[in-house]
């Protein structure tokens, strides 16, 4: 899904899940990918039926003209759907004896799999949501022998799950203490911290479905000592893809495991991201005519065609966003959504959040 697909997905989810119905009135009708429409107009016919026999006189006129406006949709639309269809109506009305029956439909962008039909106070929207999920994540760890934080990356957002601490002294020994025992005290203690890393790991990682790999940072050798003897298990240990030397093992060595991984996470949001704003940052330092920024510039340069890359915080306005997106279509442009997750993307907001990379220099 293109990341402006997305977004305006997102958004509409959002705008359906606002809803809530004063009573059971809002209808959900989900139709997988391939599914025959007609079969389904069936069912509601008969589901008319038994909202015949609702209490209440309000709530049974509101479900019945919901289920009679859908029917009425797809029986004028087609017979299969190659995405299938999220259909929604119900009275979105906190007016009692004010009814404002709202019909909504969209064809989901990627192939939906649940077929639903519910009539509750909300409308059903979560097979939906996981279609604009991050489709991968990637577990982090950077560890050393006094603390290490366990992370994820998400997309582009790196979210701290735990920091520990190992409690395993400094070099310097307590005085009478032999040199042996107290390594051997050391050692115990560091492995020890290993498996209760491990163990964490487990618990955060192991279960997650879109877990496409695990990168691991810290010291030499602190950490192969950890993948050697931290007991990780080997479902978890099959899945690191990487191994940094990091000298930092809190949130900041997250960030620096994340940088150092770039070639692992090529095709990751976080790496794409950066890679774009540093092109747009050098080029604006470099040859700044090739390179334009602010609403009123970016749109002047987006209608005389001069725009190869249009740049866009997710956090703009949406009119703007909408209306800067169509030109970019209708001139060729590619559009770049951002997030302001990383240290680039928080400078690319300051500036305004839009900008444009140029195909030729122009005057605005």
């Known amino acids: 899904m293109a990341s402006q697909e997305r977004n305006d997905f997102k958004e509409f989810l959002e705008k359906i899940e606002s809803y809530r119905g004063r009573h059971t009135e809002l209808v959900t009708v989900l139709i997988p990918a391939g599914y025959n429409v007609n079969e389904v107009v ?3 016919e008969a589901e008319k039926s ?3 026999n609702i209490k209440s006189r309000s709530t049974r006129n509101n479900v019945i003209e919901a289920l009679e406006k859908i029917t009425r ?15 929604f109506c119900g009275n979105t009305s906190q007016d ?11 064809e989901p962008p990627e192939p939906l799999s649940t077929r639903i039909y519910r009539c509750d106070q909300e409308f059903v929207v979560e097979p939906l949501k996981e279609m604009v999920e991050v489709g991968e994540v990637y577990g982090l760890l950077v560890i050393e022998r006094k603390e290490a934080t366990i992370g994820l990356l998400n997309g582009s957002r790196i979210e701290v799950i735990q920091k520990m601490s190992s409690g395993v002294p400094g070099k310097v020994r307590a005085g009478g203490q032999s040199s042996q025992r107290f390594h051997r005290i050391t050692e115990g203690l560091a492995k020890e911290f290993y498996r209760r890393v491990a163990e964490v790991m487990k ?53 620096l495991l994340v940088e150092a991984s770039q070639e692992e996470l090529a095709e990751q949001d976080i790496i794409k991201e950066r890679k774009i704003l540093e092109r747009f940052f050098n080029t604006l330092g470099k040859n700044p005519e090739m390179v334009v920024y602010r609403y009123p510039q970016v749109k002047k340069a987006l209608e005389m065609g001069a725009v190869d890359v249009l740049l866009m915080t997710e956090k703009l306005e949406k009119p703007i966003m909408k209306e800067l997106t169509t030109l970019a279509e209708q001139m060729g442009t590619t559009v770049e959504l951002l997030s302001n997750e990383t240290g680039e993307g928080k400078q690319f907001e300051n500036l305004s959040g839009i900008g444009a990379l140029l195909r030729f220099k122009v005057n605005v």
């Open 42 to 44: 069936k069912q509601l």
């Open 50 to 52: 038994t909202a015949s």
């Open 73 to 87: 949709e797809l029986k004028q639309g087609k017979q299969k759907y190659d995405n299938g269809l999220a259909l």
């Open 96 to 106: 009692e004896g004010k009814p404002n029956i709202e019909f909504f439909a969209i």
């Open 203 to 255: 618990t955060a990682f192991f279960d997650l479905k879109n877990l496409k790999g695990i990168l691991v940072g810290g010291p030499i050798p602190t950490k192969e000592d950890f993948l050697e003897e931290g007991q990780l298990v080997t479902a978890l240990k099959e899945k690191v893809i990487a191994v940094k030397d990091i000298g930092y093992a809190d949130e900041h060595g997250l960030e």
